[in-house]
C-alpha cells in the first residue's frame, strides 16, 4: 500500500495549499495519522534571520503534528523562482536522496503522507531532475489541483498526460477556484471535458471563497481511501 498522495497544480497560485489543508483536516477527523510535506519552499520571507516557509508551516499546523521542520520542509529558499533556479542563486543544489529519505522516514510513522510541490509537475527541483521525476521515484498516486475557469482543460490535460507517460497514477483533478472569475462561461463545462478528454475523473469543484466541504470532500476522500 502507497502511503503517499502528492498534490500537483497546472500552475502556481491554483491553491494547492488550501486544498492539501481541508484534506489534512479532514482526514484527522476521520481519524487517519497524516502528515503533510512540502520538499520545496520558494519565496519565504526572512524573520529574525530565518527563513519562513509559510505553505510548510500552515499545513503542520492543520495536521497537528510535531515533527522537526527540516523534516517536513527540506528545502526552502528566500527568492520566488523555480526551485533549482531559487537554489542555485543561493549556491546550494537540491538533493532528491535527501527528499526521498525524509518521506519514507514520515512514512513509518504515518498512515498518510500529503506531498505538497510547487507550481507544476513539470517544475525542475536540479538541473534536469522534476517534480515529475520525483513523484516517479516516490512511487505516490496523484490528485491535480486545477483552475475551473478558461484555459484549464488545456493546462489539466497535459499535466494529466505527462503523469500518465511516466506511469504514475492520476487519482483525479479538483477544480478550485483560488481567485474570482467573473462571468466566465468555461466554468460549467470543463469539467465534463476534462473527463472526457483526460479520462480522469474531475472529483469536485471548490468556488471562489468556499471550503472544501459536502460531496466535493467526500468523493476525494473516497479516492484516497480506494487506494488502500
Not at 524573520?47 to 509559510?54: A, C, Q, S
Request: proline letters at 7%; hydrophobic letters at 45%.
Amino acid at each position: 500500500m502507497t502511503k503517499g498522495i502528492f498534490i500537483t497544480g497546472t500552475d502556481t497560485g491554483v491553491g494547492k495549499t488550501f486544498i492539501a489543508e481541508g484534506l489534512i483536516r479532514a482526514m484527522r477527523k476521520r481519524g487517519t495519522s497524516v502528515c503533510p510535506m512540502k520538499p520545496v519552499e520558494t519565496g519565504c520571507p526572512v524573520k529574525e534571520g530565518m527563513l519562513v516557509p509559510g505553505d510548510a508551516l500552515r499545513l503542520m499546523k492543520a495536521s497537528g503534528i510535531q515533527e522537526p521542520l527540516n523534516l517536513i520542509n527540506p528545502y526552502r529558499f528566500r527568492r520566488p523562482l523555480a526551485p533549482a533556479v531559487a537554489a542555485g542563486a543561493d549556491g546550494v543544489r537540491i538533493r532528491k536522496g535527501n527528499i526521498i529519505s525524509a518521506y519514507h522516514l514520515l512514512s513509518r510513522r504515518y498512515s498518510r503522507v500529503l506531498i505538497e510541490g510547487a507550481g507544476g509537475i513539470m517544475v525542475p527541483l536540479s538541473g534536469r531532475y522534476l517534480f515529475l521525476d520525483l513523484v516517479t521515484d516516490l512511487g505516490v498516486p496523484v490528485l491535480i489541483v486545477a483552475r475551473p475557469g478558461l484555459g484549464t482543460v488545456n493546462h489539466t490535460l497535459l499535466t494529466v498526460d505527462a503523469l500518465r507517460h511516466k506511469g504514475a497514477l492520476v487519482i483525479g483533478v479538483v477544480l478550485n477556484a483560488a481567485v474570482p472569475l467573473g462571468r466566465d462561461p468555461s466554468v460549467k463545462d470543463n469539467p465534463a471535458v476534462i473527463e472526457k478528454l483526460g479520462r480522469v475523473p474531475v472529483l469536485g469543484v471548490v468556488p471562489h471563497g468556499r471550503t472544501m466541504a459536502g460531496h466535493c470532500l467526500s468523493r476525494v476522500l473516497e479516492a484516497i481511501e480506494g487506494l488502500m
